[in-house]
């Protein structure tokens, strides 16, 4: 099914519609966050590439929806909600709680023959064996747990520090972390189109070490790139990690 062009779609956001882009770049942000924490990068992508954001319910316009907090349920709905659009070449990118989600809808995809998916892309985040580096995170209290956000420097401290701000999305943040923190408890997958792993050389909880060991989960092939930078590094070189990007789709799609 062919996605009706120019209709609003609530699951995504594009930033830069292309109807007659060769190839799609499917984006999944981090926890709590939507998919305008791509913002940019549809700047630095080629005329011939759109940029798709996902956008899960609980945030953005989507956020008086409850988030999910049952892995099945939200990869069945993602599925379902994506599948028009995945009618040309097209890669998925995530980010931390995003790589989770961009794997599991990976390694669905990549064993349907009708889908387009050339690559898989995951960043700052433990493969499925190395279990969760911040158990019981969802559980804190609201001070502690806006504290350890502010140290991992995903946001600014002082939108942190802002109760109002941060009630909006705090359900969401603590659905998504559920699931991270379950996701190790899912049935171990494989990929069979190019898997990629991106890395941050400061980040302590997704390190460089655990990003190499995404190697065993691939049958199509493996990449791993670093980047300086912590946790967030996608903030500080998008441009870069776009261009990476964009050449690997590329060349998975020949």
């Known amino acids: ?28 942000p981090f926890a709590g966050s939507g998919p305008r924490a791509f913002q940019g990068w549809d700047r630095w992508l080629a005329p011939d590439v759109e940029l798709l954001g996902v956008r899960l319910p609980g945030r953005e316009n989507r956020l008086a929806e409850p988030a999910y907090d ?4 939200l990869i069945d709905a993602a599925a379902d909600a994506l599948a028009p659009w995945l009618d040309r070449p097209f890669a998925v990118f995530g980010h931390s709680f995003g790589g989770q989600l961009a794997f599991q809808l990976g390694a669905r995809w990549s064993h ?19 279990g969760c580096t911040h158990q019981g995170l ?12 502010a140290r991992w420097g995903g946001m600014p401290e002082e939108a942190l520090a802002d109760e109002a701000f941060t009630s909006l999305f705090e359900p969401t ?16 997958c494989r990929i069979t189109t190019p898997l990629a792993a991106f890395a941050g050389t400061d980040d302590a ?50």
């Not at 349907?112 to 064996?129: D, F, K, M, T």
């Not at 699931?179 to 171990?188: G, I, K």
């Open 1 to 28: 099914m062919t996605p009706q062009l120019g209709t609003p779609d609530r699951w995504l956001w594009r930033p830069r519609p292309r109807d007659h882009a060769r190839y799609r770049l499917l984006c999944f």
């Open 70 to 73: 049952h892995w099945p349920t």
């Open 112 to 130: 349907e023959p009708r889908a387009g998916l050339r690559l898989v892309a995951v960043s700052a985040c433990s493969p499925p064996h190395s």
């Open 138 to 149: 969802a559980r804190l209290n609201r001070k502690p747990l806006f504290a350890t956000l």
């Open 173 to 188: 943040l603590r659905a998504d972390m559920r699931l991270a923190e379950a996701w190790h408890e899912l049935p171990r």
């Open 205 to 254: 909880m997704a390190t460089p070490r655990k990003m190499r060991e995404w190697a065993c989960y691939a049958d199509g092939g493996f990449t791993f790139t670093p980047f300086q930078g912590d946790h967030f590094f996608l903030h500080q070189h998008p441009r870069q990690l776009v261009s990476t990007l964009t050449s690997m789709l590329r060349s998975a799609a020949i």
